[in-house]
């Protein structure tokens, strides 16, 4: 008995051991930060946020026809707010709609550099216009906030690098790698006729760029438990987006003599059987580096978890969402209350983690479903983005950027559960990464797409000026 307590009490030293040992060893891996001076931004720049909102670019869906009036428009806007970058950089339209601005660099041995944003903005559900504090293409300016839609979501970020990009010019300053500036239309819905064009047109050209950076990282502020100080996510890749249509038909009938089983009942127990046996979460590529930049900076035992992933996998792969999630959106079937319906319907979307694919889920999805149900692919589908390292060049300036700009945030890799156009770059560009510094916080995520959206004076110049040394820094 004493052998086998003995036995217990080594195990339980060496398991505390290799805990501490593993703990100890994860050191914090953020850059140094470097002082720079404040940059003066008028603010007349507010205006010009405003005036960009006014015009409605509305992605409605793939086969929509975009506005060509809200578009032409929003051009001409651009054309006449930023004069120097229009006379100084050579624009080229992709589909009519989408922008391609290049700046051309005095050194062609250095890669060039693809700043990403979107033109186009979802609509407004019209019964949640009274519960907007201002109408939301008014794009009203009040003493704090820029109110309306777009402001996050991206013509923010699309007119504050050009904010940049002019006032660069305005002090004469010559890049001595090339910019690409692409603004795509339809990011909303998929990108296939903006973001999907530009590239294959770089490509044609024989661009091969050091890096991409787009939408989908942002600063969260209190976002994640344990740690006060705000986190500057880099998002390397992004999940797969898919859904599958379930389809179930039978011969229907009168709602009194009611079969064993039903059309609807069927579909009911397909979904719920699809939310009951959902796919594994998994330590994949990102999620390890995110552990490792996150860990290093968390509170001792939440940083022992961490740091031995091995033993404290579960809890925080599904914390980070690490798997590949399933959210029925929406259910079809019925035309009257004593007819059993010969046809019912449910779309259920996937959000695809690196590693596993369309062909997967669809497989994954039969598996779990009964053979009464057919499942067909439906609307646009794209599998998992690869995914960019830490460990380049760029990713060292873009850290030593955020961190010079905001010495307090703590830069940290991560996995981007939504879409942006920026996995279209990927094959001519070494790195791609997600990033502005658009500030949330538990109350404004609420706003991506949603009511109120708008964004803070002060964090707007912070995109502008994040823009500003961005590029400099790359020179």
């Known amino acids: 008995m004493k052998k086998i307590f003995l036995g217990l009490v080594l195990i339980l030293v060496a398991l505390a051991a290799i805990l501490l040992f593993n703990t100890f060893q994860l050191s914090s891996k953020q850059v140094a930060a470097e002082p720079i001076e404040k940059l003066e931004i008028s603010d007349d720049?507010?205006?010009n946020l405003s005036k960009a909102i006014q015009f409605q670019t509305i992605s409605y869906s793939e086969d929509a026809v975009p506005d060509s009036a809200a578009f032409f428009g929003f051009h001409r806007f651009l054309a006449e707010t930023f004069p120097l970058t229009h006379a100084n950089l050579t624009l080229e339209?992709?589909?009519?709609?989408?922008?391609?601005?290049?700046?051309e660099g005095s050194d062609a041995s250095k890669k060039p550099i693809i700043l990403l944003s979107h033109q186009d903005v979802v609509p407004v559900d019209e019964p949640t216009l009274g519960d907007w504090e201002a109408a939301p293409f008014e794009g009203k300016i009040t003493d704090t906030h820029i109110i309306g839609r777009g402001t996050m979501d991206d013509k923010g970020t699309l007119v504050g690098l050009l904010e940049a990009v002019e006032k660069l010019l305005s002090e004469s300053f010559v890049p001595s790698r090339t910019f690409?500036?692409?603004?795509g239309h339809d990011e909303e819905v998929g990108g296939g006729n903006g973001a999907v064009k530009i590239a294959a047109h770089l490509k044609a050209k024989g661009v091969?760029?050091?890096?991409?950076?787009?939408e989908g990282g942002f600063i969260a502020e209190n976002m994640i438990p344990g740690v006060e100080k705000p986190v500057a996510m880099i998002n390397l890749a992004e999940k797969g987006f898919a859904s599958f249509r379930l389809i179930v038909e039978t011969n229907g009938g009168h709602s009194s003599a009611p079969p064993r089983e039903n059309t609807i009942g069927i579909l009911?127990?397909?979904?719920?059987?699809?939310?009951?046996?959902?796919?594994?979460?998994?330590?994949?590529?990102?999620?390890?580096?995110q552990l490792e930049y996150l860990g290093a900076e968390l509170p001792f035992f939440t940083k022992l978890a961490f740091a031995n992933p091995w033993l404290f996998k579960k809890p925080i792969l599904e914390s980070l969402n690490a798997h590949t999630t399933t959210a029925p959106t929406i259910i079809d079937g019925g035309v009257k209350n004593n007819v059993i319906p010969t046809v019912a319907e449910a779309t259920v979307n996937f959000r695809i983690l690196p590693g596993e694919t369309?062909?997967?889920?669809?497989?994954?999805?039969?598996?779990t479903v009964s053979e009464k149900v057919r499942v067909e692919p439906v609307g646009h589908l794209t599998n998992p983005s690869p995914v960019s390292t830490v460990e380049s060049e760029a990713f060292q300036i873009l850290a030593k950027t955020i961190r010079s700009q905001n010495p307090d945030a703590l830069v940290v890799p991560g996995l981007?559960?939504?879409?942006?156009?920026?996995?279209?770059?990927?094959?001519?560009?070494?790195?791609?990464?997600?990033?502005?510094p658009i500030r949330i916080n538990p109350e404004s995520m609420t706003r991506f797409h949603g009511i109120d959206e708008k964004i803070s004076k002060e964090n707007y110049k912070e995109i502008i000026e994040f823009s500003y040394l961005l590029i400099k820094n790359f020179n």
């Open 45 to 47: 720049v507010f205006l």
């Open 93 to 103: 339209k992709i589909s009519d709609y989408s922008l391609i601005y290049k700046w």
């Open 180 to 183: 690409y500036l692409a603004f």
């Open 208 to 214: 091969e760029a050091a890096m991409t950076i787009d």
């Open 268 to 289: 009911a127990q397909a979904i719920v059987d699809l939310e009951n046996n959902q796919l594994p979460y998994k330590m994949v590529k990102p999620i390890d580096a």
């Open 358 to 367: 369309i062909e997967s889920v669809k497989a994954h999805i039969e598996k």
């Open 416 to 436: 981007l559960g939504g879409g942006t156009d920026s996995r279209n770059f990927y094959d001519i560009s070494e790195e791609v990464y997600r990033f502005y």
